[in-house]
T-cell receptor, first 114, second 115 residues
Framework: ETGVTQTPRHLVMGMTNKKSLKCEQH?????MYWYKQSAKKPLELMFV???????ENNSVPSRFSPECPNSSHLFLHLHTLQPEDSALYLC?????????????FGAGSRLTVL | AQTVTQSQPEMSVQEAETVTLSCTYD???????LFWYKQPPSRQMILVIR??????QNATENRFSVNFQKAAKSFSLKISDSQLGDAAMYFC????????????FGKGITLSVRP
């Protein structure tokens, strides 16, 4: 099993629902990331947290709300999403924010918005 | 801004043969890292190999090796003795050595392996 665990693996929600994606890392890392992976497009960085503090918000719409209560857990709260938000959401972690640090990814949460 | 280009959307290789996946990137920086990640149908993004830009020697990990041409900004991945388990999407990625830099990915290439 990977050191980065994401739940749920699959999520189907309506446009008016509120749901959350969860990510947990067991690697002792201090930086965590949310990426969005859509078909035929490069992975898009959404948010970065270092030592629980948000250091990057890549112009993500406010209907996506991240939360990082500690260095091991990262959430992505979802509300009033659009069908174009359907994608694979990948969580990753790294030892720190240095460019030398390798990112370890989870297996992703496949989101479908109806 | 840094960009990573993988111009081939798909490739196919016969089992046991060798295949090379291409990647080019654009940057004005001199100190950075390059990566190849593999994403099989299980969706887990797995690090295949990492290259430090200040090292002239090409990185190697078992059957996987890279051809890093810094002046040409080219970073290709060679897979030798291809196996069925190598079938996956492969992503090339770039990251500056600066703190808080982004990991920038290419669009990826789908590799199929013919038995």
């Amino acid at each position: 099993e990977t050191g980065v665990t994401q739940t749920p693996r699959h999520l189907v929600m309506g446009m008016t629902n509120k749901k959350s994606l969860k990510c947990e890392q067991h690697l002792g890392h201090n930086a965590m990331y949310w990426y969005k992976q859509s078909a035929k497009k490069p992975l898009e960085l959404m948010f970065v947290y270092n030592f629980k503090e948000q250091t990057e918000n890549n112009s993500v719409p406010s209907r996506f709300s991240p939360e990082c209560p500690n260095s091991s857990h990262l959430f992505l709260h979802l509300h009033t999403l659009q069908p174009e938000d359907s994608a694979l959401y990948l969580c990753a972690s790294s030892q720190g924010p240095s460019g030398a640090n390798v990112l370890t990814f989870g297996a992703g949460s496949r989101l479908t918005v109806l | 801004a840094q960009t990573v280009t993988q111009s081939q959307p798909e490739m196919s290789v016969q089992e046991a043969e060798t295949v090379t996946l291409s990647c080019t990137y654009d940057t004005s920086e001199s100190d950075y890292y390059l990566f190849w990640y593999k994403q099989p149908p299980s969706r887990q993004m797995i690090l295949v190999i990492r290259q430090e830009a200040y090292k002239q020697q090409n990185a190697t990990e078992n059957r996987f090796s890279v051809n890093f041409q810094k002046a040409a900004k080219s970073f290709s991945l060679k897979i030798s003795d291809s196996q069925l388990g190598d079938a996956a999407m492969y992503f090339c990625a770039y990251r500056s050595a600066r703190a808080n830099s982004k990991l920038t990915f290419g669009k990826g290439i789908t590799l199929s392996v013919r038995p």
